[in-house]
């Protein structure tokens, strides 16, 4: 499981939750992920689906969740 926060001068403005549900594509070696993303401020949560190789590192998987919500 991966958690992060999202702070603006020490306030948490949103929080992103990533877990990790297992290899989609042994040729890849791609991994389903699902995430839930809240945001402290309007209270508005999005969750879904999203396929990642994890070689490419934590850092691009969450900057690929970013840019869906």
């Known amino acids: 499981?991966?958690?992060?926060e999202i702070r603006i001068n020490g306030s948490l403005i949103a929080h992103l939750y990533v877990h990790n549900e297992?290899?989609?594509d042994l040729e890849g070696?791609?991994?389903t992920y699902f995430y839930r993303y809240h945001d402290v401020e309007s209270g508005e949560q999005k969750e879904?689906?999203?396929t990642?190789?994890?070689s490419d590192g934590a850092k691009v998987l969450v900057k690929k969740i970013l840019a869906k919500c």
């Open 1 to 4: 499981m991966l958690s992060t």
């Open 22 to 24: 297992g290899i989609i």
């Open 29 to 31: 070696y791609k991994d």
């Open 48 to 50: 879904g689906h999203i």
């Open 52 to 54: 990642h190789k994890r």
